[in-house]
């Protein structure tokens, strides 16, 4: 069973919180919804109850390409970086303006039952954008020891003990489902990954239970 704690944060009553990434589009107290604080927070809560931390958004998974999860892709990564470092994941963009069609035979008896409910099905969305070669700045995000960081932001680590180390694609990488507006890219130069799908067993009987259990899904 996997818990969820919901920390709530109440800054908007005391601060102006900026809610854009940049100070000239909505200046305030506090940058971009307090981000960072919250952030650093998260990494010093859970310094000596876990033994990792992922920072990254809802949005986002952090997806293992050669095992099935995150528990056997950690040792993975110690033995080839060390128990000590933070390991940093390649952003993958997946707009969601592109579907697949028609949707996989697997996910479409969930699409059937989730119709009514709001968000993104991220099963649909397939096609991701090519790659842009390093060292291009990607949004990359990271899961690290959290006794071997000092200092978060949104994207890495401002202080650590040592460097963080970059994980090869074909090892995980991350999954960035959102709408990417006017990018200028057509639909023939999207990379299709099916990754996702050997996953969707397990992701439709785990929303299946959440759905029911909040009463979103209908009698």
């Known amino acids: 069973m996997s818990l969820v704690e919901v920390i709530p944060w109440s800054l908007s009553k005391y601060l ?14 506090l940058h971009y919804f307090g981000q960072i604080p919250a952030l650093n927070d998260c990494l010093y809560r859970s310094m000596y109850r876990s033994r990792y931390v ?12 050669t095992v099935d999860s995150w528990s056997q892709l950690l040792p993975l990564l110690e033995k080839r970086h060390g128990v000590d470092r933070c390991f940093i994941f390649e952003n993958n963009w997946f707009p969601t303006e592109f579907t697949v069609r028609p949707p996989p ?19 649909t969305h397939l096609y991701s954008e090519p790659v842009q070669p390093k060292p291009v700045f990607n949004n990359y995000k ?7 960081v ?31 507006g006017q ?24 929303v299946d239970a959440v759905l029911n259990e909040t009463r979103l899904l209908p009698e």
Not at 187 to 203: E, F, I, K, P, T
């Open 16 to 29: 102006n919180v900026s809610r854009r990434a940049r100070p000239s589009q909505s200046p305030g107290d």
């Open 54 to 65: 992922a920072l990254h958004d809802p949005d986002e998974l952090i997806l293992p390409q």
């Open 105 to 123: 035979p697997n996910v479409l008896p969930a699409l059937g039952r989730w119709r009514d409910v709001f968000g993104v099905n991220i099963l």
């Open 142 to 148: 990271i899961i690290t020891n959290p006794r071997s």
């Open 150 to 180: 000092f200092v978060v932001t949104v994207h890495g680590v401002l202080r650590s003990q040592k460097n963080c180390a970059w994980v090869d694609r074909k090892t995980a990488r991350m999954y960035h489902t959102k709408a990417r």
């Open 183 to 206: 990018s200028g890219l057509k639909a023939q130069q999207l990379v299709y990954d099916g990754r996702l799908l050997s996953y969707s067993g397990r992701l439709t009987s785990a």
